[in-house]
T-cell receptor
Framework: GIQVEQSPPDLILQEGANSTLRCNFS?????LQWFHQNPWGQLINLFY???GTKQNGRLSATTVATERYSLLYISSSQTTDSGVYFC???????????FGSGTRLQVQP | NAGVTQTPKFQVLKTGQSMTLQCAQD?????MSWYRQDPGMGLRLIHY???????DQGEVPNGYNVSRSTTEDFPLRLLSAAPSQTSVYFC???????????FGPGTRLTVT
């Protein structure tokens, strides 16, 4: 199945800073999704982005399917952005999402 | 529109007990699935369903049963709980397997 690598594994920011999270894929990207797992454990779907760029407030994501990677940009970070960010690709063979190991983000006031 | 709901939020079981984790969605999604999340193991698929009356096994199905009698509900049954089933369980739904997926709030299960 597809392999998903996320970087960096951990990130500490001061409030107001910007950051870029990256996902690399071992196979073609068709259904890429970004999730945020907040400190209470809730998994929120941030973007469904098989290709191109999307923006939602301070967050934006870009997927370059031909080069098998995706980037998540967080601008003007806030403490509420803390948590773990996962990217995932739908493995149609397994009928499941294959998740990366996540980037743990801590935003300090 | 409640999205994906799960009950209970927390549960403690003794080894050998059985229970059902409930999952419901009100988005008329055909695809529903159950994952478990364990430290260092990420999220692993237990069972999934592509529509009412249709279920199939995922990556780690042993010890769990599912059924899908309606589009809205997809309960997960633990037949005889074991400590290895201590985990956080998430239910998810989407229009199709490869569509944008929405997760429930999770159930934290401890088996002693």
């Amino acid at each position: 199945g597809i392999q998903v690598e996320q970087s960096p594994p951990d990130l500490i920011l001061q409030e107001g800073a910007n950051s870029t999270l990256r996902c690399n894929f071992s196979d073609s990207v068709n259904n890429l999704q970004w999730f945020h797992q907040n400190p209470w454990g809730q998994l929120i779907n941030l973007f469904y982005i098989p290709s191109g760029t999307k923006q939602n407030g301070r967050l934006s994501a870009t997927t370059v399917a031909t080069e098998r990677y995706s980037l998540l940009y967080i601008s003007s970070s806030q403490t509420t952005d803390s948590g773990v960010y996962f990217c995932a690709e739908a493995d149609t063979g397994r009928r499941a999402l294959t998740f990366g190991s996540g980037t743990r983000l801590q935003v300090q006031p | 529109n409640a999205g994906v709901t799960q009950t209970p939020k927390f549960q403690v079981l003794k080894t050998g007990q059985s229970m059902t984790l409930q999952c419901a969605q009100d988005m008329n999604h055909e695809y529903m699935s159950w994952y478990r999340q364990d430290p260092g193991m990420g999220l692993r698929l237990i069972h999934y369903s592509v529509g009412a009356g249709i279920t199939d096994q995922g990556e780690v199905p042993n010890g769990y049963n599912v059924s899908r009698s309606t589009t809205e509900d997809f309960p997960l049954r633990l037949l005889s709980a074991a400590p290895s089933q201590t985990s956080v369980y998430f239910c998810a739904s989407s229009y199709k397997a490869e569509s944008r997926q929405y997760f429930g709030p999770g159930t934290r299960l401890t088996v002693t």
